[in-house]
């Protein structure tokens, strides 16, 4: 198969042609048909991620078609559309059978703990426990573009945040974790305020749902710009892009008993980053992490999007070549794309 791959991080990937996947007992391999480019991506390339082994194959977002099964899988078989959560569960440990397999003791996650979807075939063990299948309505690249970024999001926005009509929502960079959420938070009936630098993220955040934007680098504070906005606070904040400023920000700018979901990952040198503990405890405030969506939760999402509700195809900016997103996986820390980079060409 040809795929992405690198042997040292922060060193340019080659394309090579690798050995194709054999799925194990319990697992399948599919054929790519779709994958996502994202920032994770560019964190594991970087050496920010202790899961990752080198030699490495990245790319966690994925769409395809099931073309071998193990002998143990019952519920797929070969020829079935199929996506994935990027954080998958063992299907054995307590949190697995809680139904909680996005914090599984044993998870796995393709593009980390081993070779990912940036190539022609990837295998994915514990298939009944967290193969997607995938509607005939959806097209590969739209469900490719859930894998990390927009379930993530509909998991912080409706399971960790509880979202409701009418609320304010701030979300802390419009990226495609942010421009998902404000989509998500506004088909729920609440309303969403985008928080970025660019102007032109901030257009296309008000095209996706946002009532009201605010250019951080305009205004002398983030926070009381959000508070002014909301009448008070934001009854749920989003970090979307994980930086020491906007974590702090998007605290800080909640009302009383208010809910922070940190969604941007913290990682190297922004791992421990200030919070205003104060209003925390003063306020009362909620602080949750948002990390992936289980695979039984798919269906409200992909519900949504079948009736229309939710349109996450909007978010694609580009469809790329595997060669492609060789330069912009490298590029990602300064990317100023709008939408979500799709690769549909192998």
Not at 94 to 107: H, K
Not at 200 to 228: P, T, W
Not at 324 to 330: F, G, T
Request: aromatic share 6%; charged share 20%; proline share 5%.
């Amino acid at each position: 198969m040809r795929a992405m791959y690198y042997e040292a991080f922060e060193a340019a990937p080659d394309i090579r042609v690798l050995p194709d996947p054999t799925p194990a007992t319990g697992g399948v391999v599919i054929k790519v048909e779709a994958t996502g480019l994202c920032r994770s991506d560019w964190h594991g390339w970087m050496g920010h991620d202790p899961d990752i082994r080198l030699p490495h194959v990245p790319g966690h977002e994925l769409a395809g078609t099931v073309v071998a099964v193990g002998k143990a899988v019952r519920r797929f078989r070969e020829g079935e559309r199929v996506t994935v959560p990027f954080v998958s569960g063992c299907g054995h440990c307590g949190e697995c059978r809680s139904g909680n397999q996005q914090v599984c003791e044993e998870q796995f996650q393709p593009g980390f703990t081993h070779w990912g979807s940036f190539a022609e075939y990837v295998a994915i063990d514990h298939a009944d426990h967290n193969l997607v299948h995938l509607p005939e309505a959806i097209d590969y690249a739209t469900a490719a573009s859930l894998g990390c970024r927009f379930a993530t999001s509909f998991r912080a926005v409706v399971d960790q945040a509880r979202v409701t009509g009418g609320e304010w929502v701030a979300v802390h960079g419009c990226g495609g974790v942010g421009l998902s959420a404000i989509m998500i938070a506004a088909a729920l009936g609440a309303n969403p305020v985008a928080i970025d630098i660019s102007a032109e993220k901030l257009d296309f955040a008000r095209k996706m749902g946002a009532v009201a934007a605010i250019d951080a680098r305009g205004v002398a504070d983030v926070a009381e710009a959000v508070r002014e906005i909301t009448g008070g606070g934001a009854h749920a904040s989003i970090d979307a892009l994980g930086s020491p400023a906007t974590c702090f920000n998007s605290i800080r700018n909640l009302r009383r008993r208010g809910r922070h979901v940190q969604v941007g990952l913290m990682l190297a040198d922004h791992a421990t980053p200030q919070i205003p503990m104060a209003q925390v405890i003063g306020h009362e405030l909620e602080i949750y992490g948002s990390h992936g969506m289980q695979a039984w939760r798919y269906d409200a999402m992909l519900a949504m999007i079948e009736s229309g509700k939710l349109a996450p195809q909007k978010l694609i900016g580009r469809h790329i070549s595997l060669e492609e997103a060789v330069p912009a996986l490298m590029a990602m820390d300064r990317a100023t794309d709008l939408g979500i980079s799709v690769i549909t060409r192998f």
